[in-house]
C-alpha cells in the first residue's frame, strides 16, 4: 500500500560547503521555508551563510560576526544579535532598518510572524516590531516553572492574542518539558507541562467560524500524548470544540524520546508532530485519530518550519533538508484501506478536496437523496471532492425534486448557495444559475458574482446576458475568451480604442480598413485615434498601408483628423517619410495655411521638398516660412525689406543664419529701401550681432546714412555692457548731436570706460549750454583744479557754485585752494565756504588753507559754527590752534571745552608747551599720551595727583611696573604729596590697593605707618588698621605683636583667624584675650597649640561655661572620658551627649556616662538622653534605679532599649522593660529565652501575633514541650500563608503524630481553611494510609484535590486517587488509574459510571482490552454503556483483530439498527458460523448497508442451501438477475428462479430459463414458468422449443 504522506530531500547542507560541526541549534536557523541561515567560523574569521531555497545551490556568504542570526520569513531582510545589541537589516537594499540595546542578555528569539520578532531573555519576554523605530514591548514575565530551562520555541497565534514558551531541562536522566501559555487579553500566564506546541485555526464542520487551537504534546513517565483544546472565547454561531486527549505511541527500544517540535496545517486539519529520534506522526484535528507515524530520520530534527505545500519541512544533525507532506493521491486510498475509517476518509476528502472517496461520496449522496434529505443531499453534492457530483445530471436529479412546503428554499438552491460560499462554479452550473437570474432581471446580482469571481464565463453566458446588459456582456466575453464576439461588442459600445489591444493581445486579426471607414463616417476624431493605433500597435509594420489609411481620411474630406493623424506618425522624421512630410504640408497650405504655419514653426519634419514648400508658402502668404526656405540672395534681399510682413524677434534671429557680409548687405537694402520704417528693426539686429558684424562697421554704416538717432538707438543698447573707450566716446557724441543731454549727464556719471580727457576735451568744444557733464567728468577724473581753471577764466562762476554746492561738496577744501591760487578775492572765498551746506572734510580745508599759510580766513567762520552749536571735533581743533598760535586764552579753552579732540591738540602742544599738552591729555584722559608728556619733562608730581584722581588700576599697574625707570620719583610724589593732599577715603583706598596689587609691601607699610600711626585724619580708620597688620602677617612678622598691641581699631576676630592660618598661633591667642574672646583663645590653645594643660589653666583662670565645654569636648577627643565628664559638669553644658554616649559606648564607661546624662537629665528631658539612661543604668545593673525611673514620668523610648537589651542577652532587664511597655509579643520570646514556657505562652496570648505565636510555638516544640506548642499551633495553622513552614518544621524534626493531632485538633476551628484539609490528607497518605479514604470522604471538597492527588498517586493508594479523579472530574485518568491497578481500585459499577464520562475515545478501546483480559463474561455491559459515544466501526475492527467477535454477539444486534456496513458485516458473518440462515435473511431484508456482492460470493458455495438461497437473493436484489437464476438452477430453487426472472423484466432471462426446463423435462415447471413470465415471453418464442428444449428455427417451424 503507497504511503499517505510525500518525503523529500531538497539539500544536503554539506554539499554547500557547510561543514558537520556548524549545523547545530545553536548556529543553524531556518524561520519558513524560504531561507536557511547558518553561521559558521572559516580560521579565525566569522562569517554567515544565507541559503534561498529557490536556489539552494548559490549560498551567499557574508564576513558577519554575531551571537545569532535570523531571516524573515518571507523578505530578504536579516537580523543580527551581538551582546545585547540587536540590529535589523535589508539586504536588498543594503540598509539598517533598525537597531537597539538590550538591557537584558537575550537567550532565544525568533519571528513570530512577518511584522514582529519575539525575544527571550532569562526574566521576560518581549516583541519589537519591524517597523517604525519603537523597542522592544514587553509581553509578559518568564514563570518560574521555565527557569534554567532551555527555550526551544516561542509561538504565537495568527492574532497575538495567545502566546507560548516552550522550554527543556534535565532532570532524573530525562528531558523534561515546561510551557508557559500567555494571554494577552487577560494577561495571565498558565505553566504547562509539554515538550511542543503551535496554534492553527481549524473550521469544525457546522460552524460558522474557524476555532482557535491550541494543540501541544508531552511524554513523561505514563507516556506520550496529544491534547487539542480551544483557546479563548468560541466566535458568535460556533460551536465550542471538544477538548481532545490523545497517545502518543513511543518504543521501548527508544524510551528517551520526546516531542521537539509540531506543524499543523489549517487547510488540511491535520497536525503533524515530530520527535528527537526523527518519527513522525499524523493527527487529524476534528477527530484526533492518529493517521500515520513512521520514522524518517535516524538523526535529531533540531528545527522545522511550516513547509508551503502543507506539512513541515526541517533540517536533521547531518545537514539533510527535508520535508513531509500529505500525499493527496495516496491519503484516501490509506485510510479506507489501512486504518479501515470511511467516516474519516470522506471528512479528509472533503475538507482537502482530495481524490479516492468518489464512490464514498456517491454512496452518501444516493442515501441522502433516497431518504428524502435532499438538502443535505445538495451540500453533499456541492462539497464533493474533484467535483465527481458537481454534473448537469445531479443539477437535472435536483431540479426534479419540488420545494419543500415549509418554506425552506428548493435543494437545487441549497447547492448553488453552497458552491458561492465554498468557491466558484463551473460552466453548466454558471448557465442553470444565471438562466433564472437573467429572466429575472437581477443584473445586480450578476454584476456580484462577477466581482467576487464565481461564475465561469463562457460565450453561451454573454449571449444571455448580451440582450439584458451589452456592457456586462461584454466583460463576460473578454473573461470567456470569445475574440469575434469582444469586437462586436466593442464596435457596438463605441469603444473601437480597445479593439486593437484587444485583437493583438488575444491573436486575432479583424478587417481594420473597414472599421476605421466606419469610425470616420461617425466620428472623425475617434477615427484619428484608431488610425493612430493601426499603426502605432502593428510594432514594426502598422497594421494597414499609411496611404490608405490617408486616402479613407480624404474620402471624407477630414483634413484636420488626418492632419492630426500624420503628426503623431511622423513624429519620429525619418527620411523614408519625406512624401508624407510633403504631402501633409501641402494640404494644409491648401486649405489651412495657420496650421501649415505651425507645423513648420515647429520644425518637426526635416526630409520634405523645401523648394516647393517655400515657393508655396510665399503665394500663400506666410512670407516668414518662405524666407525659412529660401537660400538664395537675391530671394532673400527681395522678401527681407518687407519687415511689416515679419515678426521683429523672428527677423532678428533669421540674421543670425546669414554670414556677415551677406547680414550687411541686407541691412544696407534694408536702410535703402525705408530707413524710416526699417530703422528700428535695424537697430535690433545691429544690436544683437554686432560682435560677429564688428561695432566698427555698423557705426559707419549708420554715420554712412547719417542716421545720429539710429548710432544713437545702437549704440544705447550696447555701451551699459561694452569696455570698449570708442563706444562710449561714438555715444556721447551722439547723445549730445541728438540733444540727449540728459544721457550724456547719465553716462558721464557712469561710465568708467571712456577716455576722460577726450571726453573732457569734446565737451569744452561742444560750448554746451548746461556745463554739468562736464564737472560731472571732471569731479570723477580728479581735474577739479582745470575744472575751476576754466570756469573762472570763462566766467562761469555760477557753475563753481553749482558744483560745491549740488553736485561734490567735498571737494569744497580744493576748490577753496584752487581759488587762493588763482588769488581770487578773500570776500568770495568766504561767501563760497558760508554758502557750502553740503558735507566737507573741515580738516582738509584748514590743511589747505594752512597750506597757504592763511588760516585767519577762516577764524570768523569757525567762531560763526561754534555759535550755531556745532560741537564737531575738526571745528573746535582748528580754534584750538588758532587760539594757541595767538595765545589768545589757552589755558581756558584747553580746560573748558568739551568738543575738542584732546590727543589731536595734545600732540599739538607737545612741542609749544607741555603744560598745555598735560591739560589736553588730562581732559580727555589720554593715559597713554599723558604719562609719556609727564615722564619726558618730569612731571611727576601733576603725574601722582593724576593716578590717585584716576583711582584706574590699570593705569597703577602701568606706572607702578619695576620696568618703569620713573618708578621711585612717583612714589614718593605719591607719599609726600598726592595722598597728604587728599581728603577722600576712596583716592586713599584705590592707591593702597594698587600697592598691594603691584607686590610692594615695604612701600606699602611705609605708605599705611605715615597714614594711621602719624596722627593723621584717617589714623583710627579701621581698614586701613586691618590692612596694615595684615600687610606686616605678610612681609615682616616681626612685627605684627607691636602692632596688635599698639592698635585697638581693627576687627579682631578676623585678624586673628588670618594669624591662626598664618600659624601666629601667640599672636592669635593674644587677640582674643586682648579681646575677651575666651572661648576662641582656648580653642587656639587646644587646636594650635595643642597644649590641654595651658588649656586648663586658663580655664580654671576664666571659669567660663564655654571655656570649659570647649575643654571637655578635646578631652573627649583624646579618650580623656573621665575628665571631660568632669569639665562637661563644671560646664554643666549637656548639649554633647550625643558625642558623649558615643564615646562611653566605645569605651565601655557606663559609670561616668550616668554621672553625664544625670547632669544632662537636669538640664533637658530630651528622649534621647532618657533612653541611654535607662540603658546605661541595665548596663551598669541598677535595678532598683532603673524600675524607679521607669515608674517616673519619662520620655525614654522603652521598647527600643527593651531590644537593645534582649540583643545583648540581658534577659532580665529586657522582661521589665517589656513589661513596663506591654509588649507581649517581646515578652513572650524573652520568657522563651529565660526558660518560662507557661508565661511566655500568656504573654503570646495577649500579643495575639502570629509571629509570636510561631516562635512560642517552635520554642515550645524544641523542648518537647508538646501541649504548650499544640496551644500555640492552632492559632498558626489558621494563616494559610504559615501552615507550611509549621508542617515542615514538625516534619523536619519527626514528630509527625503530634503535627497530625495539631492539625485533627485544627479541623474544629472556626476559622479552618482548605490547606489545612490538604496538608492532613498528604500526611495521612505518608504516615497514617489507613484514615485518609475515611478523611476524603469527609472533606473531599475541602481539599485542594490536585494536590493530593499527587500524595496519593506517590504513596500509591489507589482507591483513594481513582476517588480523586472522579471527585475532580478528571474521569479519563480515573479510568486509566483503575485499569492499572484493578485489585485496588476497580469497582464494576463505578467503572462503568466513570468510563461513561471520559473524553478520550482512545480509553474506550483501553477498556474493550481489559474487560478481555479480566472481565470477559461483563464486557457487553460495558459495550451497553459506551454505545452511544462508540466508533462501531473501529470497534468491530478491535475485536475482528482480537478474534472474539462472538463474545460481543449481544452488543452487535444492539447496535444494528443503526445500519452501520462494518456491524452489519460483522453480526452476517457470526450468524452464518452459526448457520442460522433465518437470521442472516432477517437481517439483510432489515439493513441493507453492506457489501452485498461479497456476502453474495461468500454464501453462493456455502454447503447449506438455504444460505445459498440467500446468495441468490442477494444477487437479485443488486440486479445480478443472470447469476441469481443460475444459482437458483443450480440448487433447483425453480420457484425462486421463475419469481427473480419474472421481477427482472428481462426476455431474453425469461426465454433462457423456459428453455432450461424444457432441456431438463421439468415441463411443470416449464408451465409455470409461462405463467410467471407471460409478458415478457412472445408467443413465438415459446413455440421455437421443442420436447428437448432445443431452440427451432423459424424455417423448420415453417
Known amino acids: 500500500m503507497a504511503l499517505p504522506i510525500k518525503f523529500h530531500e531538497h539539500l544536503q547542507l554539506t554539499n554547500v560547503g557547510i561543514r558537520q560541526p556548524m549545523i547545530s541549534f545553536n548556529n543553524v536557523t531556518m524561520e519558513s521555508d524560504k531561507f536557511i541561515v547558518c553561521r559558521e567560523k572559516v580560521g579565525e574569521s566569522a562569517q554567515v551563510v544565507i541559503i534561498d531555497m529557490a536556489e539552494p545551490n548559490n549560498p551567499t556568504r557574508r564576513p558577519i560576526s554575531a551571537d545569532s542570526v535570523i531571516m524573515h520569513p518571507v523578505q530578504k531582510i536579516i537580523a543580527l544579535k551581538s551582546g545585547k545589541t540587536l540590529q535589523i537589516f535589508d539586504i536588498e537594499k543594503k540598509a539598517k532598518v533598525k537597531a537597539h540595546n538590550h538591557n537584558e542578555d537575550v537567550t532565544f528569539w525568533k519571528w513570530i510572524d512577518e511584522h514582529t520578532i519575539g525575544l527571550v531573555t532569562e526574566a521576560s519576554v518581549y516583541h519589537w516590531a519591524l517597523s517604525g523605530d519603537s523597542a522592544p514591548?514587553?509581553?509578559?514575565?518568564?514563570?518560574?516553572?521555565?527557569?534554567?530551562?532551555?527555550?526551544?520555541?516561542?509561538?504565537?497565534?495568527?492574532?497575538?492574542?495567545?502566546?507560548?514558551?516552550?522550554?527543556?531541562?534535565?532532570?532524573?536522566?530525562?528531558?523534561?518539558?515546561?510551557?508557559?501559555?500567555?494571554?494577552?487579553?487577560?494577561?495571565?500566564?498558565?505553566?504547562?507541562?509539554?515538550?511542543?506546541?503551535?496554534?492553527?485555526?481549524?473550521?469544525?464542520?457546522?460552524?460558522?467560524?474557524?476555532?482557535?487551537?491550541?494543540?501541544?504534546?508531552?511524554?513523561?513517565?505514563?507516556?506520550?500524548?496529544?491534547?487539542?483544546?480551544?483557546?479563548?472565547?468560541p466566535a458568535a454561531g460556533n460551536q465550542p470544540y471538544p477538548k481532545k486527549s490523545v497517545d502518543v505511541p513511543y518504543s521501548n527500544e527508544l524510551a528517551a524520546d520526546f516531542p521537539v517540535s509540531m506543524q499543523a496545517s489549517s487547510k488540511q486539519g491535520v497536525n503533524y508532530l515530530v520527535t528527537k529520534h526523527g518519527f513522525v506522526h499524523l493527527f487529524d484535528l476534528e477527530s484526533g485519530t492518529r493517521i500515520y507515524s513512521n520514522r524518517i530520520s535516524e538523526e535529531t530534527i533540531f528545527v522545522t518550519a511550516e513547509y508551503s505545500q502543507g506539512g513541515f519541512i526541517g533540517i536533521n544533525r547531518k545537514g539533510q533538508v527535508l520535508s513531509v507532506s500529505m500525499d493527496e493521491a495516496t491519503m484516501i486510498g490509506f485510510v479506507t484501506q489501512t486504518l479501515q475509517n470511511p467516516d474519516l476518509a470522506l471528512k479528509l476528502a472533503l475538507r482537502c478536496n482530495l481524490p479516492g472517496a468518489e464512490d464514498l461520496v456517491v454512496r452518501k449522496f444516493n442515501m441522502l437523496f433516497s431518504n428524502g434529505q435532499y438538502a443535505e443531499a445538495a451540500k453533499c453534492a456541492a462539497a464533493s471532492p474533484q467535483g465527481v457530483l458537481r454534473t448537469q445530471q445531479t443539477i437535472a436529479k435536483l431540479q426534479a425534486v419540488q420545494p419543500p412546503h415549509d418554506g425552506s428554499p428548493a435543494p437545487v438552491l441549497v447547492y448553488f448557495s453552497t458552491l458561492l460560499e465554498q468557491g466558484k462554479l463551473n460552466k453548466y452550473e454558471t448557465l442553470e444559475l444565471c438562466r433564472p437570474v437573467i429572466a429575472q432581471q437581477k443584473k445586480d446580482l450578476l454584476n456580484k458574482w462577477l466581482t467576487e469571481q464565481k461564475l465561469e464565463c463562457s460565450e453561451e453566458l454573454g449571449d444571455m446576458v448580451r440582450p439584458l446588459d451589452a456592457q456586462m456582456a461584454l466583460s463576460i466575453y473578454?473573461?470567456?475568451?470569445?475574440?469575434?464576439?469582444?469586437?462586436?461588442?466593442?464596435?457596438?459600445?463605441?469603444?473601437?480604442?480597445?479593439?486593437?489591444?484587444?485583437?493583438?493581445?488575444?491573436?486575432?486579426?479583424?478587417?481594420?480598413?473597414?472599421?476605421?471607414?466606419?469610425?470616420?463616417?461617425?466620428?472623425?476624431?475617434?477615427?484619428?485615434?484608431?488610425?493612430?493605433?493601426?499603426?502605432?500597435?502593428?510594432?514594426?509594420?502598422?497594421?494597414?498601408?499609411?496611404n490608405q489609411i490617408i486616402d479613407c481620411f480624404m474620402e471624407v474630406q477630414a483634413i484636420q483628423p488626418c492632419t492630426s493623424f500624420l503628426l503623431e506618425v511622423l513624429k519620429g522624421n525619418k527620411e523614408s517619410e519625406g512624401h508624407l512630410q510633403t504631402r501633409l504640408l501641402e494640404m494644409n497650405l491648401l486649405v489651412a495655411p495657420q496650421v501649415a504655419d505651425a507645423i513648420l514653426s515647429n520644425k518637426m519634419f526635416s526630409y520634405y521638398d523645401r523648394a516647393s514648400i517655400g515657393q508655396m508658402c510665399e503665394k500663400a502668404g506666410l512670407l516668414q516660412r518662405a524666407l525659412e526656405h529660401f537660400t538664395d540672395l537675391y530671394d532673400i534681399k527681395r522678401t527681407v525689406v518687407h519687415t511689416a510682413h515679419f515678426k521683429p524677434d523672428f527677423?532678428?534671429?533669421?540674421?543670425?543664419?546669414?554670414?556677415?557680409?551677406?547680414?550687411?548687405?541686407?541691412?544696407?537694402?534694408?536702410?535703402?529701401?525705408?530707413?524710416?520704417?526699417?530703422l528700428t528693426v535695424v537697430v535690433q539686429i545691429a544690436s544683437k550681432y554686432h560682435e560677429q558684424l564688428t561695432t566698427e562697421k555698423l557705426i559707419d554704416l549708420f554715420e554712412s546714412f547719417k542716421s545720429y538717432e539710429g548710432l544713437f538707438y545702437f549704440l544705447g543698447s550696447i555701451v551699459n555692457f561694452s569696455q570698449d573707450p570708442e563706444v562710449h566716446l561714438k555715444y556721447i557724441q551722439a547723445a549730445t548731436r541728438t540733444s540727449q543731454i540728459k544721457e550724456v549727464e547719465r553716462i558721464c556719471r557712469e561710465s568708467n570706460v571712456y577716455d576722460a580727457e577726450r571726453v573732457k576735451n569734446f565737451l569744452k568744444e561742444a560750448k554746451l549750454q548746461d556745463q554739468l557733464p562736464l564737472i560731472i567728468v571732471c569731479d570723477r577724473h580728479n581735474m577739479v583744479h582745470d575744472l575751476v581753471l576754466y570756469l573762472y577764466r570763462n566766467s562761469l562762476h555760477k557753475y563753481i557754485e553749482v558744483f560745491v554746492q549740488k553736485v561734490n561738496a567735498s571737494r569744497l577744501p580744493i576748490v577753496v585752494g584752487a581759488l587762493l591760487d588763482v588769488d581770487c578775492a578773500e570776500d568770495a572765498i568766504k561767501q563760497l565756504i558760508i554758502n557750502t551746506r553740503?558735507?566737507?572734510?573741515?580738516?582738509?580745508?584748514?590743511?589747505?588753507?594752512?597750506?597757504?599759510?592763511?588760516?585767519?580766513?577762516?577764524?570768523?567762520?569757525?567762531?560763526?559754527?561754534?555759535?550755531?552749536?556745532?560741537?564737531?571735533?575738526?571745528?573746535?581743533?582748528?580754534?584750538?590752534?588758532?587760539?594757541?598760535?595767538?595765545?589768545?586764552?589757552?589755558?581756558?579753552?584747553?580746560r573748558e571745552n568739551q568738543y575738542y579732540d584732546s590727543r589731536v591738540v595734545g600732540k599739538y602742544c607737545e612741542k609749544r608747551d607741555p603744560h598745555f599738552a598735560f591739560l589736553a591729555y588730562e581732559r580727555g584722559q589720554c593715559d597713554a599720551e599723558l604719562i609719556n608728556v609727564c615722564n619726558e619733562n618730569s612731571l611727576f608730581k601733576n603725574l601722582a595727583r593724576y593716578l590717585v584722581r584716576r583711582r584706574e588700576f590699570p593705569l597703577w599697574e602701568q606706572v607702578l611696573n619695576e620696568n618703569n625707570v620713573h618708578r621711585r620719583q612717583l612714589i614718593d610724589q605719591v607719599v609726600q604729596t598726592a595722598l597728604s593732599e587728599t581728603q577722600d577715603p576712596e583716592d586713599i583706598s584705590a592707591t593702597v590697593k594698587a600697592?598691594?596689587?603691584?607686590?610692594?609691601?615695604?612701600?606699602?607699610?611705609?605708605?599705611?605707618?605715615?597714614?594711621?600711626?602719624?596722627?593723621?585724619?584717617?589714623?583710627?580708620?579701621?581698614?586701613?588698621?586691618?590692612?596694615?597688620?595684615?600687610?606686616?602677617?605678610?612681609?615682616?612678622?616681626?612685627?605684627?605683636?607691636?602692632?596688635?598691641?599698639?592698635?585697638?581699631?581693627?576687627?579682631?576676630?578676623?585678624?586673628?583667624?588670618?594669624?591662626?592660618?598664618?600659624?601666629?598661633?601667640?599672636?592669635?591667642?593674644?587677640?582674643?584675650?586682648?579681646?575677651?574672646?575666651?572661648?576662641?583663645?582656648?580653642?587656639?590653645?587646644?587646636?594650635?597649640?595643642?597644649?590641654?594643660?595651658?588649656?586648663?589653666?586658663?580655664?580654671?583662670?576664666?571659669?567660663?561655661?564655654?571655656?570649659?565645654?570647649?575643654?571637655?569636648?578635646?578631652?573627649?577627643?583624646?579618650?580623656?572620658?573621665?575628665?571631660?565628664?568632669?569639665?562637661?559638669?563644671?560646664?554643666?553644658?549637656?548639649?554633647?551627649?550625643?558625642?558623649?554616649?558615643?564615646?562611653?559606648?566605645?569605651?565601655?564607661?557606663?559609670?561616668?556616662?550616668?554621672?553625664?546624662?544625670?547632669?544632662?537629665?537636669?538640664?533637658?528631658?530630651?528622649?534621647?538622653?532618657?533612653?541611654?539612661?535607662?540603658?546605661?543604668?541595665?548596663?551598669?545593673?541598677?535595678?532598683?534605679?532603673?524600675?524607679?525611673?521607669?515608674?517616673s514620668p519619662n520620655h525614654a523610648q522603652v521598647g527600643q532599649v527593651g531590644d537593645r537589651c534582649f540583643d545583648a542577652e540581658m534577659y532580665e532587664a529586657a522582661k521589665v522593660l517589656f513589661s513596663n511597655v506591654s509588649n507581649f509579643?517581646?515578652?513572650?520570646?524573652?520568657?522563651?529565652?529565660?526558660?518560662?514556657?507557661?508565661?511566655?505562652?500568656?504573654?503570646?496570648?495577649?500579643?495575639?501575633?502570629?509571629?509570636?505565636?510561631?516562635?512560642?510555638?517552635?520554642?515550645?516544640?524544641?523542648?518537647?514541650?508538646?501541649?504548650?506548642?499544640?496551644?500555640?499551633?492552632?492559632?498558626?495553622?489558621?494563616?494559610?500563608?504559615?501552615?507550611?513552614?509549621?508542617?515542615?518544621?514538625?516534619?523536619?524534626?519527626?514528630?509527625?503524630?503530634?503535627?497530625?493531632?495539631?492539625?485533627?485538633?485544627?479541623?474544629?476551628?472556626?476559622?479552618?481553611?482548605?490547606?489545612?484539609?490538604?496538608?492532613?490528607?498528604?500526611?495521612?497518605?505518608?504516615?497514617?494510609?489507613?484514615?485518609?479514604?475515611?478523611?476524603?470522604?469527609?472533606?473531599?471538597?475541602?481539599?485542594?484535590?490536585?494536590?493530593?492527588?499527587?500524595?496519593?498517586?506517590?504513596?500509591?493508594?489507589?482507591?483513594?486517587?481513582?476517588?480523586?479523579?472522579?471527585?475532580?472530574?478528571?474521569?479519563?485518568?480515573?479510568?486509566?488509574?483503575?485499569?492499572?491497578?484493578?485489585?485496588?481500585?476497580?469497582?464494576?459499577?463505578?467503572?462503568?459510571?466513570?468510563?461513561?464520562?471520559?473524553?478520550?475515545?482512545?480509553?474506550?478501546?483501553?477498556?474493550?482490552?481489559?474487560?478481555?483480559?479480566?472481565?470477559?463474561?461483563?464486557?457487553?455491559?460495558?459495550?451497553?454503556?459506551?454505545?452511544?459515544?462508540?466508533?462501531?466501526?473501529?470497534?468491530?475492527?478491535?475485536?475482528?483483530?482480537?478474534?472474539?467477535?462472538?463474545?460481543?454477539?449481544?452488543?452487535?444486534?444492539?447496535?444494528?439498527s443503526q445500519n452501520n456496513a462494518a456491524i452489519n458485516e460483522a453480526l452476517n458473518n457470526l450468524l452464518i458460523e452459526e448457520e442460522d440462515h433465518a437470521g442472516v435473511r432477517a437481517s439483510i431484508d432489515a439493513h441493507d448497508n453492506f457489501d452485498n456482492i461479497a456476502l453474495a460470493t461468500q454464501l453462493e458455495n456455502h454447503p447449506l442451501v438455504e444460505f445459498r438461497r440467500i446468495a441468490a437473493y442477494l444477487f437479485k436484489g443488486n440486479n445480478r438477475w443472470k447469476q441469481s437464476i443460475e444459482q437458483c438452477k443450480k440448487d433447483k430453487l425453480y420457484k425462486d428462479a421463475m419469481e427473480y426472472a419474472a421481477e427482472s423484466r428481462q426476455t431474453e432471462l425469461a426465454e433462457e430459463l423456459i428453455g432450461f426446463f424444457l432441456e431438463e423435462r421439468l415441463y411443470d415447471c416449464f408451465a409455470a414458468a409461462l405463467y410467471h413470465c407471460y409478458d415478457l415471453l412472445h408467443p413465438v418464442a415459446c413455440c421455437c422449443y421443442d420436447m428437448n428444449g432445443k431452440r427451432i428455427s423459424h424455417s423448420d417451424s415453417m
Open 1225 to 1456: 509579643a517581646k515578652l513572650a520570646v524573652t520568657l522563651v529565652r529565660l526558660g518560662e514556657y507557661q508565661g511566655a505562652v500568656d504573654a503570646a496570648r495577649k500579643a495575639n501575633s502570629t509571629k509570636t505565636w510561631k516562635q512560642v510555638c517552635f520554642a515550645c516544640v524544641e523542648k518537647g514541650e508538646f501541649r504548650l506548642a499544640q496551644m500555640g499551633g492552632l492559632h498558626i495553622v489558621v494563616h494559610a500563608d504559615e501552615l507550611q513552614e509549621l508542617i515542615d518544621f514538625y516534619q523536619d524534626r519527626g514528630h509527625f503524630e503530634e503535627l497530625i493531632s495539631l492539625l485533627e485538633a485544627a479541623l474544629g476551628l472556626e476559622r479552618a481553611h482548605m490547606g489545612m484539609f490538604t496538608e492532613l490528607a498528604i500526611l495521612y497518605s505518608k504516615y497514617k494510609p489507613e484514615k485518609m479514604r475515611e478523611h476524603l470522604e469527609l472533606f473531599w471538597s475541602r481539599v485542594n484535590i490536585p494536590k493530593v492527588l499527587r500524595a496519593a498517586e506517590s504513596a500509591h493508594l489507589w482507591a483513594e486517587l481513582v476517588f480523586l479523579y472522579d471527585k475532580y472530574e478528571e474521569y479519563d485518568n480515573a479510568a486509566l488509574t483503575m485499569m492499572a491497578h484493578p485489585t485496588e481500585s476497580w469497582r464494576e459499577q463505578h467503572f462503568k459510571e466513570v468510563i461513561a464520562k471520559v473524553a478520550n475515545v482512545e480509553l474506550y478501546y483501553k477498556a474493550m482490552q481489559f474487560y478481555l483480559d479480566h472481565k470477559p463474561l461483563l464486557l457487553n455491559d460495558l459495550l451497553t454503556v459506551l454505545t452511544p459515544r462508540l466508533d462501531h466501526s473501529r470497534t468491530v475492527h478491535f475485536f475482528s483483530k482480537q478474534k472474539h467477535l462472538p463474545l460481543v454477539k449481544p452488543y452487535l444486534k444492539a447496535v444494528q
Open 995 to 1191: 600697592f598691594m596689587a603691584a607686590d610692594l609691601p615695604n612701600e606699602l607699610i611705609e605708605l599705611l605707618e605715615k597714614i594711621v600711626l602719624d596722627n593723621s585724619a584717617f589714623s583710627e580708620h579701621r581698614n586701613l588698621q586691618n590692612l596694615l597688620i595684615l600687610t606686616a602677617i605678610k612681609a615682616d612678622r616681626s612685627r605684627v605683636m607691636e602692632y596688635v598691641q599698639k592698635l585697638d581699631n581693627y576687627d579682631a576676630p578676623d585678624i586673628a583667624n588670618i594669624a591662626i592660618s598664618n600659624e601666629l598661633y601667640e599672636e592669635a591667642f593674644a587677640i582674643f584675650k586682648k579681646f575677651d574672646v575666651n572661648s576662641s583663645a582656648v580653642n587656639v590653645l587646644i587646636e594650635n597649640v595643642g597644649n590641654l594643660d595651658r588649656a586648663y589653666e586658663f580655664a580654671e583662670k576664666c571659669n567660663q561655661s564655654e571655656v570649659w565645654a570647649s575643654l571637655a569636648k578635646a578631652q573627649l577627643k583624646q579618650n580623656l572620658v573621665k575628665e571631660a565628664v568632669d569639665s562637661f559638669i563644671k560646664a554643666d553644658d549637656p548639649n554633647a551627649y550625643l558625642d558623649v554616649v558615643k564615646k562611653c559606648t566605645e569605651t565601655d564607661k557606663w559609670e561616668d556616662l550616668v554621672r553625664f546624662l544625670q547632669m544632662a537629665r537636669k538640664k533637658s528631658r530630651d528622649s534621647y538622653i532618657e533612653t541611654e539612661l535607662v540603658f546605661a543604668l541595665a548596663k551598669t545593673g541598677r535595678m532598683t534605679e532603673l524600675e524607679e525611673l521607669l515608674n
Open 137 to 233: 514591548v514587553k509581553m509578559f514575565e518568564r514563570h518560574q516553572t521555565l527557569s534554567g530551562c532551555q527555550i526551544i520555541n516561542y509561538r504565537s497565534d495568527a492574532e497575538r492574542q495567545w502566546l507560548v514558551l516552550i522550554g527543556i531541562s534535565a532532570k532524573d536522566n530525562k528531558v523534561v518539558g515546561s510551557m508557559q501559555l500567555y494571554s494577552t487579553e487577560r494577561r495571565v500566564s498558565q505553566p504547562i507541562e509539554g515538550h511542543a506546541a503551535c496554534f492553527v485555526k481549524f473550521k469544525l464542520e457546522g460552524n460558522p467560524h474557524p476555532s482557535n487551537l491550541f494543540v501541544f504534546s508531552l511524554k513523561n513517565d505514563q507516556g506520550g500524548k496529544l491534547h487539542m483544546i480551544e483557546v479563548g472565547t
Open 651 to 678: 527677423l532678428v534671429n533669421y540674421f543670425g543664419s546669414l554670414s556677415v557680409d551677406d547680414s550687411l548687405e541686407c541691412l544696407k537694402a534694408m536702410l535703402q529701401a525705408n530707413i524710416r520704417q526699417n
Open 478 to 546: 473578454l473573461r470567456g475568451n470569445v475574440p469575434h464576439k469582444v469586437v462586436q461588442c466593442f464596435a457596438e459600445t463605441g469603444q473601437f480604442d480597445k479593439i486593437i489591444m484587444y485583437a493583438k493581445r488575444v491573436g486575432f486579426e479583424p478587417d481594420y480598413l473597414f472599421q476605421l471607414r466606419a469610425v470616420l463616417r461617425s466620428n472623425p476624431e475617434m477615427g484619428a485615434k484608431f488610425a493612430q493605433m493601426l499603426v502605432t500597435e502593428g510594432g514594426e509594420e502598422p497594421l494597414a498601408d499609411i
Open 838 to 894: 553740503g558735507k566737507f572734510d573741515i580738516d582738509e580745508l584748514v590743511e589747505e588753507v594752512e597750506k597757504r599759510n592763511r588760516m585767519k580766513l577762516l577764524s570768523h567762520w569757525l567762531e560763526g559754527r561754534v555759535q550755531e552749536g556745532q560741537t564737531d571735533a575738526a571745528t573746535h581743533n582748528a580754534l584750538a590752534k588758532i587760539y594757541i598760535d595767538s595765545n589768545n586764552n589757552p589755558d581756558r579753552f584747553l
